[in-house]
């Protein structure tokens, strides 16, 4: 017989909150909101065939769900606090549940974050976590805010994750130790939170990068107001990815989708703390270019020749 969906969540989703006042198992949750705080709350869904491959691996995915969100708060300044997951499934699936369960809570762990209720039912597998953050009032980091004259900045590398998608699509072809770091970016991505604490009071605005580095600076420049210059060549990448044509490389740095780094903001007479925030996040940051006047988005090579923008981001209705 296998379980039913009570025994199923007080199996694999039900542990003892440390912090919040109450977790599973009644109507609510409640959390505690410290005050002069605001907050923070993000919802990302997953769908199979859509979001990953049934090919992934439990705890990959588990990993994933979670992370998704927490780059959202990351993106926000805000520091985790807690998660609900709703999560539709096919069958009970005990060691897809037990995979599951254990990458959420490993990254769970890993940030403070208690997962404190959710919903189960059957049907088309599919997982939705809503993730809650705290943030002092008026100090969450926005789309909003960037400023002609800002660096433009972005964490880590971009495109490794596209990357990965396309040796699985098979229309390319990776031997195998390049592979292996590709898909570890695409199945287990970090989410940049320590990093999104830090730059706050530092960065004019910032946003995760999950559609492509030119659609989510887009949202940027819309919320703001203002355009930018991006030097292509000055994007950081793996080593992986600067071993393929540059098409390739361009095409997966600007248009990649998957990355979950941060895109900032900042003025440059804060380019040291940017730097420390940098290192205080445990990841690098490289500047890419410039924030300017007007609403135009352009693309620069290393010589400063203008390179044409040709590049689509991640749309759901458009793809
Ligand atoms: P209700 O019918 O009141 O909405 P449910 O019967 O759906 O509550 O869920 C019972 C309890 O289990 C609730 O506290 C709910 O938040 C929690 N819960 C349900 N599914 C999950 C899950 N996948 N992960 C964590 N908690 C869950
Ligand atoms: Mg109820």
Not at 27 to 41: E, R, S, W
């Amino acid at each position: 017989m296998s379980l039913g969906e009570f025994d199923l969540i007080a199996k694999y989703f039900t542990r003892t909150p440390a912090r919040a006042p109450l977790g599973v198992g009644d109507d609510c949750a409640l959390l505690a909101v410290a005050p002069g705080m605001q907050l923070a709350i993000s919802s990302d869904m997953l769908v199979e065939g859509r979001h990953f491959l049934s090919t992934v691996a439990p705890d990959r995915l588990g990993h994933k769900a979670l992370a998704v969100n927490l780059s959202d708060l990351a993106a926000c300044g805000a520091r985790p606090l807690a998660c609900t997951l709703a999560l539709a499934l096919p069958r009970v699936d005990e060691v897809f549940l037990a995979g599951f369960a254990r990458g959420l809570f490993a990254l769970a762990d890993a940030h403070g974050i208690e997962l404190v209720g959710g919903d189960t039912t059957q049907g088309p597998l599919n997982l939705c976590i809503t993730v809650f953050g705290e943030v002092p009032a008026g100090a969450a980091l926005l789309r909003s805010g960037a400023r002609a004259g800002d660096d433009l900045y972005v964490s880590g590398t971009l495109g490794d994750a596209r990357l990965a998608l396309e040796v699985v699509r098979g229309t390319l072809a990776l031997a195998g130790a390049g592979f292996a770091a590709a898909r570890e970016a695409m199945e287990v991505p970090q989410p940049r939170v320590a990093l999104g604490l830090a730059l706050r009071g530092v960065a004019s605005a910032a946003i995760d990068v999950s559609d492509g580095l030119l659609g989510d600076l887009g949202h940027v420049l819309r919320r703001s107001g203002v355009g930018a210059v991006v030097e292509v060549d000055a994007l950081p990448r793996s080593a992986v990815l600067a071993g393929l044509p540059e098409a390739w490389q361009r095409e997966c740095t600007l248009a990649g989708g998957d990355d979950y780094e941060l895109l900032f903001s900042a003025p440059p007479q804060l380019a040291g703390q940017v730097q420390e925030a940098a290192r205080a996040g445990g990841v690098a940051v490289t500047r890419i270019g410039r924030i300017e006047a007007g609403t135009a988005l352009r693309l620069v090579d290393r010589a400063g020749a203008p390179v044409e923008n040709r590049y689509a981001s991640f749309d759901h209705f458009r793809g």
